[in-house]
């Protein structure tokens, strides 16, 4: 008789400590485009500034993000709402979310929270992927974040910086595993962004990154375009803005490298 494996939800962190990389729109992007593949996807947004909620459409309801949950108040399952978009579900953000640090700071074990309010949303087998897009900040929801998931998606701006701020990422990803909070958190990826290939730094900073990162750099580097930096004013990713636009192809094409990755199982047919 065949054997059926398990049902596996991945839950990867989108996180960068620094503001401005393409952080919010890597995690938009690449849960929309996963979600058009057929896979079953929910985006958390971990950040008040709710840009990602805004990004799929998606209205800020108060009460309606993970900080009740995350102070003990309620679940997040209650909370999964349908975006526009097929195969893709989000928990939005709400401006409360910014009273979460404080919260958190003045509780006991305020590392583990989202990990143990996500269970039951992992455990609902609803997904194949949960993608949280973390605030621009190493601060308690973030490293909840990362006490959460499986993996990291790190996005680097082409720029002079960007190595100072992936080590200030490597440096907390240690401490987290070696601590004991989190010990099977792995970089999944570093996805370079922004990427102008008309100027040598940009290349020269790819260079670099892929020499002390080697294989862990994903091969798609997304272009800077004045299409991905329209598309949130109109509450799309950018497949649905611009399905044929440079930034929708890179998009795809890293969403193909992550399902591989992940080893998702290719949906026999997209799901509606």
Known sequence: MPTHLPHVTHVVAVANQKGGVGKTTTTVNLAACLAAQGHSVLLVDLDSQANATSAV???????????????GDGDLLGRIRPTPFANLSIIPSEVDL????VELARSDDNLNRLRRI????????????????????????????????????????????????????????????????????????????????????????????????????????????????????FGKPIIHYDRYSAG??????????????LALPRPTAART
């Open 248 to 261: 929708s192809a890179a998009y795809e094409v890293l969403a193909e490298e992550v399902a591989k990755r």
């Open 118 to 233: 996500l269970e039951p949303v992992r455990a609902s087998g609803r997904f194949d992927v949960i993608l949280v897009d973390c605030p621009p900040s190493l601060g308690l929801l973030t490293l909840n974040a990362y006490a959460a998931a499986d993996h990291l998606i790190i996005p680097l701006q082409c720029e002079y910086f960007a190595l100072e701020g992936i080590a200030a990422v490597s440096r907390i990803l240690s401490q987290i595993r070696d601590g004991g909070i989190n010990p099977r958190l792995e970089i999944l990826g570093v996805l370079m962004t922004m990427f102008d290939a008309r100027t040598k730094l940009a290349q020269s900073v790819v260079g670099e990154v892929r020499q002390h990162f080697g294989d862990r750099v994903f091969d798609t580097v997304i272009p800077r375009t004045t299409r991905l930096a329209e598309a949130p004013s």
């Open 57 to 71: 459409g998606v209205e800020k309801t108060e009460g309606g993000s993970v900080y009740r949950p995350l102070v």
């Open 98 to 101: 910014c009273g979460a640090e």
